[in-house]
């Protein structure tokens, strides 16, 4: 989408052709930090690299960029760029303008996104040795353009070129770039805002929807009916600190999968790989929900024995050895997991599964066997039907394999059968459950619960038949959640399990 441009001053009249346009690159014409993006990169496709990269940091930070760009490629095709500049900057080349591409980020990559662009006269960038970034950048226009330029930057090192430059226009201007510009009294004449408000940028990058996964945490107290006040306290601290801890593991994924996002139609929206949200801020926010979701785990046995209840907690410290389990198997995930076909479906299951052990631990009610292996089985199902449903998409882009996966489109009819068996396994286990002696003792009414099966079985059925027509959101959560049959038979379910509890 092409944002409109914010007009401040300046007429169209007194954009002057013979003056040479200069564009910076890193969060103007592209709106991330292309160092930043390459590092991420360079963290999932060669980890090792980053202990060398401490190495060339003392060579200086020119000869840093060429080292990691040496290693890293960005895909100059796919980078998130400004466009309502870019929109600009076509329009004046088009009038017959020289624009010039000027950027501290090394040559070979801007190189890349010239040669991509096709509008740029020539490039002036980083060549490993000097860093052509502020008083650099404005010597080398001040030898190449003696007769004056037009520059259009963002940070705070631009703030001497556009103070000399003749038109100073900004994109996407950082607030010390503003303050600095007010200071020397400089006023951009144009504006070219390209980016979400960071508000909404922060909610959609923690996944707050994603938090319903960890209802899970609540089933152990639920199903076995140990309901107080110190259990639910249990649980709801759990709840909050899962919460931030999966989202900061969600934001370490989309961090270390920018490059694959961008290429793909609906994920290169993610604010991350839009660039909505810088690398940096995305690193802040992982340390402090994970600062957070550690402070929350080491409170939760002083609260649940603060509560009002009838036990203690058994284990008061083994939450924090499950949440310690939960990050080390999700970073597994990220760095190498999903790449391996099958072992990251058992992983997406086992990690749902967690989230029930998890709520044992918090509330000291034992899960049973019976949920465990039902977890297992449905929530199988439920990682296949996602990988089901993203090559179902790949085959609608008439493509073959998956970026950083390593399923095939061929694949389609076995992750059918795997995901289809794997939910009417889960139902079998709930059919021998409402058969044991455990469940009779804890439903009056056992026999309302055999209700249950054919709307389970309705679901399962249901969510792969939507998955085969290609309808399916590549995330059974989303799915279920704005799904308005999936909440209906939600609720169903809810007054079955209801009626067999209530004697009536």
Known sequence: MILPVELQTLDASDQRVDVPLCVDL?????????????????????????????????????????????????????????????????????????????????????????????????????????????????????????????????????????????????????????????????????????????????????????????????????????????????????????????????????????????????????????????????????????????????????????????????????????????TIMTLSYSFRLKKMVLVDAIVLSMLYTLRIIVGSVATGVPVTTWLAAFSIFFFLSLAFAKRFAELENLRAREKETAAGRGYRVGDLEQLRTFGAASGYAAVVVLALYLNSLAAQNLYPHITRLWLLIPIIILWVSRLWMVASRGELDEDPVVYALEDKNSLVIGLVMLLVIASAIIRF
Not at 76 to 90: E, G, I, T, V
Not at 284 to 308: D, E, N, Q, R
């Open 26 to 326: 890193d969060g103007t014409l592209v709106k991330s930090d292309t160092l930043h993006d390459a590092l991420m990169v360079m963290m999932r496709q060669s980890p090792v690299s980053i202990l060398k990269a401490f190495g060339w940091l003392r060579q200086g930070k020119a000869a840093f960029k060429r080292h990691v760009t040496s290693v890293v490629m960005l895909d100059a095709a796919h980078l998130p760029y400004n466009h309502a500049l870019l929109q600009f900057l076509r329009e004046e080349k088009a009038r017959g303008r020289k624009i010039y591409l000027a950027t501290a980020a090394e040559k070979a990559l801007a190189d890349r996104v010239a040669d991509h662009l096709g509008i740029f006269d020539g490039v002036l960038a980083s060549e490993g040795k000097i860093n052509l970034a502020g008083k650099n950048k404005l010597a080398a226009f001040e030898q190449m353009f003696p007769g004056g330029f037009c520059y259009i930057g963002n940070a705070l090192p631009d703030a001497k070129l556009l103070a000399v430059c003749q038109t100073p226009m900004v994109a996407n201007p950082h607030g010390k770039l503003k303050v600095a510009m007010k200071r020397a009294g400089t006023v951009p004449t144009r504006v070219f805002e390209d980016k979400k408000p960071p508000i909404k940028a922060f909610f959609k990058a923690i996944r707050i929807h994603q938090w319903a996964k960890n209802v899970l945490i609540f089933l152990p107290l639920l199903l076995a009916h140990q309901i107080r006040w110190n259990t639910l306290a249990g649980a709801a601290v759990a709840f909050l600190s899962f919460g931030l801890c999966a989202s900061a593991t969600y934001i370490i994924n989309d961090l270390l999968d920018l490059e694959v996002d961008r290429r793909h139609p609906r994920k290169r929206f993610r604010p991350f790989a839009a660039a909505d949200l810088s690398v940096g801020a995305g690193l802040a926010i992982v340390a402090t929900f994970f600062a957070l979701s550690v402070l929350l785990g080491l409170a939760l046995p002083y609260i649940f024995t603060a509560v009002p209840g009838h036990s203690s907690l058994p284990s008061p410290h083994k939450f924090l050895l499950w949440l310690g389990i939960y």
